[in-house]
């Protein structure tokens, strides 16, 4: 990944992080918690593709294992956000833009709904069934209805930083310097051709002339 995709992909990160776990999670809504970072690694996907979606994903997962107060086996959440980032960035067309809405929201309720069943399921190998004491089929209808509410005060607003940093105005403003240089640099040697090519001949039209007339004065002395 470039620079400013890691640097902006981190701050964003972090700042979710600390709205989700500050805010969000103290709300005490009935049944799931908003999650912020998903939306935030569903936005950064879909403009990255899926391997900055998948690396984008693990990083934001670990991270959430690892602050407090995770609760949960570190690793968990890190496969998961990783799984989900890496499909959501196969959302990502060649021309690298989505043109509707409908695509976006599509992706935030299959990975609200993925990443729900994915994250009990990998609590169920380690054995947390704390899913099962909650209720699955509750945890899948509000995590779906949040996301779904939360998505569009977030996941435009990212996708449009990171198109913008993804563009890169220093590396553009150093490759149009690189193209004027090459431009300038054919332009003088061509410039240096034409004037040296134009010396080049009049010094052998002036080597014929000299020529001529030496040629001349000869001829004239052997008439007389």
């Given at each position: 990944m470039r620079v400013n995709r890691i640097l902006l992909s981190s701050a964003l990160i972090v700042v979710a992080l600390v709205i989700q776990v500050s805010?969000?999670?103290?709300?005490?809504?009935?049944?799931?918690?908003?999650?912020?970072?998903?939306?935030t690694v569903l936005a950064l996907a879909m403009v990255?593709?899926?391997?900055?979606?998948?690396l984008v994903g693990f990083g934001a997962g670990l991270l959430a294992d690892?602050?407090?107060p995770a609760d949960h086996a570190a690793g968990?959440?890190?496969l998961v956000l990783c799984v989900v980032g890496y499909l959501a960035g196969l959302v990502k067309p060649e021309?690298?833009?989505?043109?509707?809405?409908?695509?976006?929201?599509?992706?935030?309720?299959?990975?609200?709904?993925?990443?729900?069943l994915l994250y009990a399921s990998v609590?169920?190998?380690?054995g947390d069934t704390a899913a099962r004491h909650v209720g699955l089929t509750g945890l899948l209808f509000s995590a779906t209805v949040y996301d779904l509410l939360l998505a569009p005060f977030v996941v435009p607003g990212v996708m449009v930083l990171a198109r913008r940093a993804d563009n890169d105005p220093l590396a553009e403003s150093t490759s149009a310097a690189?193209?004027?240089?090459?431009?300038?640099?054919?332009?003088?040697?061509?410039?240096?051709?034409?004037?040296?090519?134009?010396?080049?001949?009049?010094?052998?039209?002036r080597a014929v002339r000299a020529r001529a007339a030496r040629?001349?004065?000869i001829k004239g002395v052997k008439r007389l």
């Open positions: 805010v969000l999670a103290r709300l005490h809504l009935p049944g799931a918690v908003p999650d912020l970072l998903l939306l990255y593709g899926h391997v900055g979606g998948a690892l602050a407090p968990r959440y890190a021309n690298g833009r989505l043109k509707s809405a409908t695509a976006p929201m599509l992706v935030v309720v299959g990975a609200a709904i993925g990443s729900t609590g169920a190998l380690v690189g193209k004027a240089a090459d431009i300038s640099s054919g332009w003088l040697s061509s410039g240096t051709g034409l004037r040296v090519g134009g010396q080049r001949g009049g010094i052998k039209m040629a001349g004065r």
